[in-house]
């Protein structure tokens, strides 16, 4: 079992940034790849970035490539998503997964509760 748990999310306004945090817990950390998903409203769960157990391999959407960065530190068990350059799209509830692949969804993964980002123009 793997408990996740996100923090940082909020208002901010076009432009801005913001770090997503998700400390997981349950078993070693650096077995499981981790990923980044958002829903926005109305709309179906979407790929943001992914990345390897080890951080070696990092993973993103074309949306956010280039303004999103997915970090982790297994020594602290939590993985990061640096979020800049802001756009109201961005506007979602980001959740954190972690499973066998950075990328996709797969029957065994495990999910945070969600976080709110908005973006306000």
């Known amino acids: 079992q793997v408990q996740l748990v996100e923090s940082g999310g909020g208002l901010e306004q076009v432009g801005g940034s913001l770090r997503l945090s998700c400390a997981a817990s349950?078993?070693?950390?650096?077995?499981?790849?981790m990923a980044w998903f958002r829903q926005p409203p109305g709309k179906e769960r979407e790929f943001v970035a992914g990345?390897?157990?080890?951080?070696?391999?990092?993973f993103y959407a074309g949306s956010v490539q280039g303004r999103f960065i997915i970090s982790r530190d297994n020594a602290k068990n939590t993985v990061y998503l640096q979020m800049n350059s802001l756009k109201p799209d961005d506007t979602a509830v980001y959740y954190c997964?972690?499973?066998?692949?950075?990328?996709?969804?797969?029957?065994?993964?495990?999910w945070g509760q969600g976080t709110q980002v908005t973006v306000s123009s």
């Open positions: 349950g078993r070693t950390f650096g077995v499981d790849a």
């Open positions: 997964k972690a499973g066998r692949f950075p990328t996709k969804i797969a029957p065994n993964d495990y």
């Open positions: 990345i390897s157990g080890s951080g070696g391999s990092t």
